[in-house]
């Protein structure tokens, strides 16, 4: 798995540089510029460290997706491959599909996304000592998930989560996380959750949905959920469609240590190892948590997107 080193969106002359800088930094060079234009949209919307809208393979290699973000992070397209960029017609151009191949084997030839560098990736430096984050994207559910746990020899048994995309942590074997947007169980139920871990190997925190997660993520139905990260207070928050989703902080006390000296209050002074969509483990060394999923316009940004600026990343992107 290759961790290279050094997105889709639609006062005079101000505001002229603004909009011909935000289309340059979301379209690459060869969009056409009235679709660059489009996607890129206008006002003051920030930049993702990452982006991918899996319509950009990289030249000659159709298996990762380049990063149209300002990080220049490939992604691999694990399993998959190029099958795993399809049509659908619900949204624009291609989509990335991640699904579990084999349920009754135990192996790793489930199909998702991601990049893992055992030593931190540093293109996803801005996340090294970040105070905040965002995670956001589309999401369609497309089987019955979650899917069948293949770790185990219960043929009944399921996953206790559904991996949507995440940042891993600076220590993580591919399954720990800094900020991650999943689904997982939380008191015996499946919930949309925010899931945040401010030093590495130290306590998670995680922020639960109130709403039924088939409610909030209907079979075969798009849906764009963002969660936001904020390392100083301690805090998350989850959006669907761009609105804000009512919920709560599951751990009780203070899991993040954000409470006394220092402040402000940061994540570790680590390069993440990556990103994981789709499932955990990017480099592919097992199965796990795997969706039966489409998704598209994943972005990954070093701060919390305000509440109008998740609404506009949302009307940007809804195709």
Known sequence: MRADTPGRSRPALAL??????LVTAFAPADAPADRAADRAGGGAAPRPVAAYDFEHPVPGDPARERDR???????????GGAQSRVRDDERPGRVLRTRQVSPGTAGSDDWKAGVYGPQGVPTLGAFNGARETTVMGWFRMTADNPAPNSNTADPNDRYNAIGLAGILSG????HDVRALLELITVNGEMKVVALG???????????????DWREILPPDTWVSLAATFDFDTGTMALYRDGRPLPGRHVVAGDPWAVEGAPEPDVA???DPRGIKIGGSYPQNTQEGNP???RMDDLMFFDRALTPAEIMSQYRRTRG
Not at 69 to 75: D, I, W, Y
Not at 171 to 174: A, E, L, P, V, W
């Open 69 to 79: 973000g300002r990080s220049g992070t490939t992604l691999e397209l694990v399993n």
């Open 171 to 174: 220590t993580s074997q591919g």
């Open 291 to 293: 969706c039966d999923c």
């Open 268 to 270: 570790s002074p680590t």
């Open 16 to 21: 002229a540089l603004t909009t011909t800088l």
């Open 197 to 211: 871990r401010r030093v590495d190997n130290g306590s998670s925190q995680t922020f639960a949905a109130d709403a």
